[in-house]
């Protein structure tokens, strides 16, 4: 007997936490085998406390588990932890006050940097984009290329956290107003300014998306085919990664966290905060 339902914290990890299918299905997967291992000692995952995981993470690391292997299931069993407090399951969080093993601990590894692109980086990438949209013809693959550039010139645009982008409602899309109000998930929200080529870029990938069959979404951001899920973090770089390499850039210099370093240091060398960083073209 378990005190939530699987299908609940699945939908909470992809919507909510915006996990990949492939991470979630992992964090499910870890989460099945610690809960069964509860029952077995007539407990739910509500009622654990710090010496319950003590317990099941030494019979993990008697068994001779791998560190790396061990970490992965933490991980998970953090996140199952989260949800229970999140939907009111549970009152408190045990892994907070959990001291993990030495055997569990990941060595720090060193700090890497992802380049930052240069405005002319993000340019040529915006414009081969226009250029590979122009020139595709079947729907679905029409919808991708227009999801990627109305992605990649909003993030530009506007340098939102990865997040707030994929928390942009539908309706942003229709809009006649020049501002959009931002409301992410655990942050306050907050009001910015959208230059009409980012909004051309959308409303272009929207009418690519009826075009392709796919049912209206919620979501500005969503999944192809279906628009039944908000695009997921790693499709969003993926996304990314595919206009840098179409482009002829490196794949890891369009990722979101480098865009967003970029539009920051445009804007501090700018000193104007509503300044659109792209052309009015």
Known sequence: MTDFSYDDWNSWLL????RSPKTTESY??????????LAERNLTPAAVTPDTLSAFFAELIEAGFASNTLQKSYTAIQSLHAYLVDRGLSAADPTAAFERPAEMRRRSAPTVRLPVPTPEDVERAAEVARTKLAETQKAVPRANQARRLALLETLWATGMETDEALHLPGAVATTDDDVITVR???????????PERAFAAIRTWRRAAIEATIAPSPWLFHSIPGGDHPLS?????????RAAIDAGLEPTLLLPKAVRRAFLACRESSATDDTPLLDAG
């Not at 499910?28 to 291992?37: E, F, N, Q």
């Open 15 to 18: 919507d909510q936490q915006r």
């Open 233 to 241: 973090r790693h499709a969003a770089a993926q996304d990314l990664r």
């Open 184 to 194: 992410p998930p655990w942050r306050p929200e907050r009001i910015l300014k959208l």
């Open 28 to 37: 499910v997967s870890a989460g099945r085998r610690y809960v069964t291992w």
